[in-house]
């Protein structure tokens, strides 16, 4: 079920709400930016996410394209404390322009969602983030 949750960095300088179904999953990627961030996503449309507060604290980060789908991913952090809340791009493949959402960043998750919520497993290292990686324990 879609509901709305709200979310913040750590200092709160940037916040946000979205609607989202965590029973679509929790997902847990291998690539390398993924994997040194350990981001724990879930996607909501463009129109179902407000930035509330702190738009002129994100900063932004686009990979080179080297080692990356193809597409348009801006990964944005909060300048003041570094934690990376979400991430806006468009991928024609996947659900067209999309929030990725740091689920770690939301304030009013019971835990009992948390724990109802699948992890779903991506091999982004591979490109293949539809299919789990054969190794999983270090994610």
């Given at each position: 079920?879609?509901?709305?949750?709200?979310?913040?960095?750590?200092c709160g300088?940037?916040?946000?709400e979205c609607?989202?179904?965590?029973?679509?999953g929790?997902?847990v990627?291998?690539?390398?930016?993924?994997?040194?961030?350990r981001?724990?996503?879930?996607?909501t449309?463009?129109?179902?996410?407000?930035?509330?507060?702190g738009m002129?604290?994100?900063?932004?980060y686009?990979?080179d394209?080297?080692?990356?789908?193809?597409?348009?991913?801006?990964?944005?952090?909060?300048?003041?404390?570094?934690?990376r809340?979400?991430?806006r791009?468009?991928l024609?493949?996947?659900?067209?322009?999309?929030?990725?959402?740091?689920?770690a960043?939301?304030?009013?998750?019971?835990?009992?969602?948390?724990?109802?919520?699948p992890?779903?497993?991506?091999n982004?290292?591979d490109?293949?983030f539809f299919?789990?990686?054969?190794?999983?324990?270090?994610?």
């Open positions: 079920m879609r509901k709305r949750y709200h979310g913040r960095c750590h300088a940037v916040t946000f609607t989202l179904d965590l029973a679509e929790l997902r990627c291998n690539c390398s930016f993924c994997r040194r961030t981001m724990l996503k879930t996607f449309p463009r129109e179902e996410m407000t930035i509330l507060t002129d604290r994100l900063v932004s686009r990979a394209g080297s080692g990356w789908p193809e597409g348009d991913v801006d990964h944005y952090f909060c300048g003041r404390c570094g934690i809340p979400f991430s791009g468009y024609e493949d996947f659900m067209g322009h999309f929030y990725c959402v740091n689920a960043c939301l304030d009013d998750v019971p835990d009992a969602d948390f724990v109802a919520a992890v779903i497993y991506e982004g290292r490109d293949d299919n789990p990686p054969a190794e999983t324990r270090h994610l």
